[in-house]
């Protein structure tokens, strides 16, 4: 009679075979796709404690048998073009799609209110659409209430051109996912069944979240934010993506941001130069005086003690405080504007330098004035940080340029042309929310700081991840409905095991790993490697 030892090796050989055999049916050739080159651990399935885990992983299933969604291309252009017009970005997109939606022909509303939008070029419906041509144009104004003119009202007015570009199966996903053949035929179907899921899936988080990085799977939240240094705080969110595994999943994960805090620019960047946890003398640092004169001719009260510093050490970290800020939102504290405006760089001259014509009301003759007298004259503001470089904007239509002089190779200041720059001194800019910092400019306190955040238990997160499964709650989502798909609310079980740790060999002896972690001590390497150099 078989002792129990043998039926559970026996047992373990019978699994290890099927997952072998499923994973040799997968056929992959393209290295690029999520299965491919999977590589076989010895004893695979046999060696270590066998236990139940959970992963954060959601079973997708196809409730149609036969599941085809319709791939449309959309152009979206501005109905009168002018010179230089840039194409539409990501969120103008949106508002473009949901305007199209809502004042659609009455033949095809219901298909494109099922249908999903990338926000770029690209939306997908379950609905073949009702076009009286294979490319069809159609009109649409965004509301604007201060629009008056005609051509306000222009510039209001864009057309979407459609067109069909495929018919995209969904069971080829499932085809796929359960060990069916992949070959370069099938391969684009496969990708297009994930493109497709993976946008309907974002489709009614555009409103609800910030969508930030990760290829468009990352989204962010401001509540139950952290405050940290150095002019941040650490955003929560998740990632969603659809993974392919043997029954197609929707994958959730928990993620954090840095980002900044919406304040005053000048305020942020005093507590970053003031070195408060680190600053950016984790960064590369500063040393007070190194830029001179350029504290000279400012307010009085601010060309001493820890106005001078802070002057000195913008002027210093100047170029590494263009790469952080780059792209950043913000808005004008002095006046109002229908949109945020985008940082492009900052000027090579502060505000008593920095000089451009100024139209006269009375019709007279153009005068040249300085920024800082111009906001005195105009706005009746005096600024307290005149010897600050000026915040750069580009206007719109100016493309991004990178002007090298040729004699001595440094840049040259790239607002040579002011009448295509607009230029505010950093006092009277406020960050918006959602202004991401660079992962390679997090400086190290705020590296430390996120750490402790995002260091969690296993039970924590998965709480944190089904926290998060229950506030997406997918099956409220009409469309899903439409695209007859069903997700699971429950986390993916999966067999797994506890494997002892491998002995570290050394020469003449060996170490046992304890929790991922021993000792050198008495312990010789085999060979010698290179000296470490600092």
Request: aromatic share 8%.
């Given at each position: 009679?078989?002792?129990?030892?043998d039926?559970q090796?026996?047992?373990?050989?019978?699994e290890?075979?099927?997952?072998?055999?499923?994973?040799?049916?997968?056929a992959?050739t393209?290295?690029?796709?999520d299965?491919a080159n999977c590589?076989?651990r010895p004893n695979?399935?046999?060696e270590?404690?066998?236990?139940?885990?959970?992963a954060?992983?959601f079973?997708?299933?196809?409730?149609?048998?036969?599941?085809?969604?319709?791939?449309?291309?959309?152009?979206i252009?501005?109905?009168v073009?002018?010179?230089g017009?840039?194409?539409?970005g990501?969120?103008?997109?949106?508002k473009?799609?949901k305007?199209?939606?809502a004042?659609?022909?009455?033949h095809i509303?219901?298909?494109?209110?099922?249908?999903?939008?990338?926000?770029?070029?690209?939306?997908?419906t379950p609905?073949?659409l009702?076009?009286?041509n294979?490319?069809?144009?159609?009109r649409?104004e965004?509301?604007d209430?201060?629009?008056?003119?005609?051509?306000?009202?222009?510039a209001?007015?864009?057309?979407?051109?459609i067109?069909?570009?495929?018919e995209?199966?969904?069971?080829?996903?499932?085809?796929?996912?359960?060990?069916?053949v992949?070959?370069?035929a099938?391969?684009?179907?496969?990708?297009?069944?994930?493109?497709?899921?993976?946008?309907?899936?974002?489709?009614d988080?555009y409103?609800?979240?910030?969508?930030?990085?990760g290829?468009?799977?990352r989204?962010?939240?401001?509540?139950?934010l952290n405050?940290?240094?150095?002019?941040?705080?650490?955003l929560n969110g998740?990632?969603?993506?659809?993974?392919?595994?043997?029954s197609?999943?929707?994958?959730l994960?928990?993620t954090?941001?840095?980002?900044?805090k919406?304040?005053?620019l000048?305020?942020i960047l005093?507590?970053?130069?003031?070195?408060?946890?680190?600053g950016l003398r984790g960064?590369g640092g500063?040393?007070?005086?190194d830029?001179?004169?350029?504290?000279?001719?400012g307010?009085?009260?601010?060309t001493?003690?820890n106005?001078q510093?802070?002057?000195?050490?913008?002027?210093?970290?100047?170029?590494?405080?263009?790469?952080?800020?780059?792209?950043?939102?913000?808005?004008?504290?002095?006046?109002?504007?229908n949109q945020?405006l985008?940082?492009?760089?900052?000027t090579?001259?502060?505000?008593n330098?920095?000089?451009?014509?100024?139209a006269?009301?009375?019709?007279?003759?153009d005068?040249?004035?300085?920024?800082?007298?111009?906001?005195?004259?105009?706005h009746?503001i005096?600024?307290s940080?005149p010897?600050?470089?000026?915040?750069?904007?580009?206007?719109?239509?100016?493309?991004?340029?990178?002007?090298?002089?040729n004699?001595?190779g440094q840049?040259?200041?790239?607002n040579?042309?002011?009448?295509?720059?607009s230029?505010?001194?950093?006092e009277l800019?406020?960050?918006t929310?959602?202004?991401?910092?660079?992962f390679t400019?997090?400086?190290?306190?705020?590296t430390a700081?996120?750490?402790?955040?995002?260091a969690?238990r296993p039970e924590e997160?998965?709480?944190s991840?089904?926290?998060?499964?229950?506030?997406l709650?997918?099956?409220s989502?009409p469309?899903?409905?439409d695209w007859?798909?069903e997700?699971?609310?429950?986390m993916?079980?999966v067999?797994a095991?506890?494997?002892d740790?491998?002995?570290?060999r050394y020469?003449?002896?060996f170490?046992?790993?304890n929790?991922g972690t021993?000792g050198?001590n008495?312990?010789k390497?085999v060979?010698?490697?290179?000296d470490?150099?600092?």
């Open positions: 009679m078989a002792s129990n030892n039926n090796q026996t047992s373990g050989i019978e290890v075979e099927g997952i072998n055999t499923t994973l040799s049916n997968l992959l393209d290295s690029r796709d299965l590589m076989a695979f399935g046999v270590g404690r066998k236990i139940t885990v959970h954060n992983v079973p997708i299933t196809v409730t149609r048998k036969s599941m085809i969604i319709y791939q449309y291309d959309i152009l252009e501005k109905a073009k002018s010179k017009e840039l194409k539409a990501r969120e103008l997109s949106w473009i799609w305007q199209l939606c004042k659609s022909p009455g509303k219901r298909d494109l209110e099922a249908a999903s939008f990338d926000r770029q070029s690209n939306f997908y609905y073949k009702k076009l009286s294979p490319v069809v144009t159609i649409i965004l509301p209430t201060t629009a008056t003119t005609e051509k306000q009202k222009q209001n007015t864009f057309k979407c051109t067109k069909l570009v495929r995209v199966d969904l069971h080829s996903l499932v085809t796929y996912c359960q060990g069916g992949y070959d370069e099938t391969s684009a179907m496969v990708a297009a069944a994930k493109a497709a899921i993976n946008v309907l899936l974002r489709q988080l409103d609800r979240y910030l969508q930030k990085g290829k468009g799977r989204f962010f939240t401001l509540e139950n405050e940290m240094s150095d002019g941040g705080r650490i998740f990632i969603q993506s659809v993974i392919p595994t043997q197609g999943q929707a994958a994960q928990v954090y941001g840095p980002f900044f919406p304040n005053i000048i305020n005093e507590e970053i130069v003031s070195g408060r946890g680190g960064r500063y040393r007070a005086g830029r001179g004169n350029r504290g000279e001719g307010a009085a009260g601010n001493q003690g106005s510093l802070l002057v000195d050490g913008i002027w210093k970290q100047k170029k590494q405080f263009e790469i952080l800020l780059n792209r950043t939102r913000f808005n004008l504290t002095h006046r109002q504007s945020p985008q940082i492009d760089g900052l090579d001259k502060n505000a330098e920095l000089l451009f014509k100024m006269n009301p009375d019709g007279g003759q005068t040249m004035i300085s920024v800082t007298d111009f906001y005195k004259k105009v009746n005096t600024l940080y010897c600050l470089p000026l915040v750069r904007t580009a206007h719109k239509g100016t493309p991004k340029q990178k002007i090298k002089d004699n001595n840049n040259k200041d790239k040579k042309d002011n009448n295509k720059y230029f505010y001194p950093m800019v406020k960050l929310d959602f202004n991401g910092i660079p400019a997090v400086s190290s306190s705020q700081e996120m750490i402790k955040v995002t969690k997160r998965k709480a991840i089904m926290k998060w499964r229950q506030e709650d997918y099956s989502l469309r899903l409905k007859c798909l997700i699971s609310p429950f993916m079980e067999n095991r506890i494997l740790p491998p002995e570290v020469k003449g002896s170490a046992s790993p929790y021993w050198l008495r312990h390497f060979k010698a490697n290179k470490l150099r600092a």
